[in-house]
């Protein structure tokens, strides 16, 4: 059985992901700002990804499988109206708080087994949309720090990222609060559904297991057909 960090595990698809892993039998770490209901077989700490001042030591085994960052935003406004604030504030959290748990993780990734990290993009990087300005300069950042670990960590440690489309989380509920909104939404689709976080989640434990041994510096797309067809 593996060893795994999941950072932002308490909610969403990092939630829906700790789930699988510990029905895999897997012993799962999770980082994130609160427990909520996390099972006690988890080993939980209290991080805030976006502080300078945090002890990034606390909480790591020596050896790890696998750590996925699972923390993002969704602030969906017109680009008039975005403060640079906004795309710094964007940046911290999914870039920069990336950055974070990976260097100190790194040390315990490569002494681990067939070491996989996994990162979350978004499919607004490589289709255009509007009001999604700020999340899709981080995210597209994501996408280039996946690819930029993944040359600079071979062979030791596969480095992969899922680019989801709208998914059926707490992070989404605005945009999911009514009936039609969420039949809009999943109009918008070819699929014509929004996402659902087990199926993100089963996504990240595929990579993060040694059936993906075979896989690295890829950007996967989890968007109901959204960002192609």
Request: hydrophobic share 45%; proline share 5%.
């Amino acid at each position: 059985m593996a060893t795994y960090l999941i950072v932002g595990g308490s909610s969403g698809i990092g939630r829906a992901l700790v789930d699988q892993l510990l029905d895999q039998q897997h012993t799962v770490h999770v980082w994130a700002r609160q427990q909520r209901d996390l099972p006690a077989s988890v080993s939980f700490t209290s991080v805030d990804v976006t502080a300078d001042d945090q002890d990034w030591s606390t909480g790591l085994p020596d050896a790890l499988d696998g750590l996925v960052y699972c923390p993002g935003n969704i602030d969906l406004k017109s680009f008039r109206s975005l403060k640079p604030e906004a795309f710094r504030q964007s940046f911290e959290l999914n870039v920069v708080g990336a950055v974070r748990c990976l260097q100190a993780a790194e040390r315990p990734l490569k002494r681990g087994t067939n070491a996989s990290v996994v990162l979350f993009s978004t499919v607004a990087v490589q289709r255009g949309m509007p009001f999604h300005a700020a999340v899709a300069a981080a995210k597209g950042a994501v996408e280039g720090l996946t690819r930029s670990l993944a040359a600079e960590y071979v062979p030791a440690v596969r480095v992969n990222a899922i680019a989801p489309s709208l998914t059926d989380t707490p992070l989404a509920e605005k945009l999911l609060a009514t009936d039609d909104k969420r039949e809009a939404s999943a109009k918008r689709h070819p699929l014509q559904q929004v996402g659902a976080p087990e199926d993100i989640a089963a996504m990240a434990a595929f990579l993060l297991s040694k059936r993906a041994a075979f896989v690295t510096g890829q950007v996967i797309g989890m968007d109901g057909g959204l960002g192609t067809i």
